[in-house]
């Protein structure tokens, strides 16, 4: 059952995200903290993402501004790297508390006075924060992506391109868990099928009905749920702490 439940709401998030550009992957993980320690549920969380973002990188590769992914990507690696050294430091309850915190944080939208388009560099910088902090909050979509909407190109190339450099930061975090934190990713092979499999289906159902849907009744029942999960888990990390 507890597959089923996870299957179902894997697929779900990952419909969001790609129906949004937001709050799919939030959902996921902050869900998948209810059935996978932390330990564990950051990790995993990395698959579904992957799988969702290629997807869509896949179906809109021309719309994707490669520049802007590359400039994203340069410092991703080694922030993702040292991240993960330092994963296992930090007590499970507190990347419970720091994730309920970050969601919760995520709930509120971001603005910036600037209106032109950010630079390159900007990017680069993003692209080492995402990696380093995305070790420890697993979704860092909602932080990133007022950069992304300031690029000045239609939406689809937008979103596409963000999915792009979301894509290559979940890999380098496969990457750096396996590799720098010791994650045995094998021994969890039917957990990491049943979230990619989830992720396909999530995307793919996305693609017909992008535009017969409204985004802002979308992102109120979303935000809604998001803010009782958060809730649940700070609840369930600050207790044992106590």
Known sequence: MSSILLFLLVTTGALISSLTGLGGGT???AGMLLVFPPELAIPLH???QLTANSLRVGFFFKLIN??????YAILMIPAAWIGAK???LIDPNWLKIIVGLFILFSLFPFSFTPKDEPKLRTFVGLG???GFLGVFVGAVGPMVMPF???LKIERQGMLSTKSAGQALLQLSKIFAF???ANINFMALKEHVLILVLASLLGVAISIPISKKISDDKF??????????IAVKILYEGITVLT
Do not use: C, E, K, Y
């Not at 992102?219 to 009782?228: A, E, F, H, V």
């Open 219 to 228: 992102n109120l029942i979303i935000n809604l749920l998001l803010g009782i």
């Open 86 to 88: 330092l994963f296992h």
């Open 46 to 48: 990395s698959f579904t």
């Open 128 to 130: 080492a924060f995402s």
């Open 148 to 150: 992304f909407n300031r």
């Open 27 to 29: 959902l996921i993980l």
């Open 178 to 180: 396996w590799g720098a």
């Open 66 to 71: 490669w520049r802007v992914v590359g400039a």
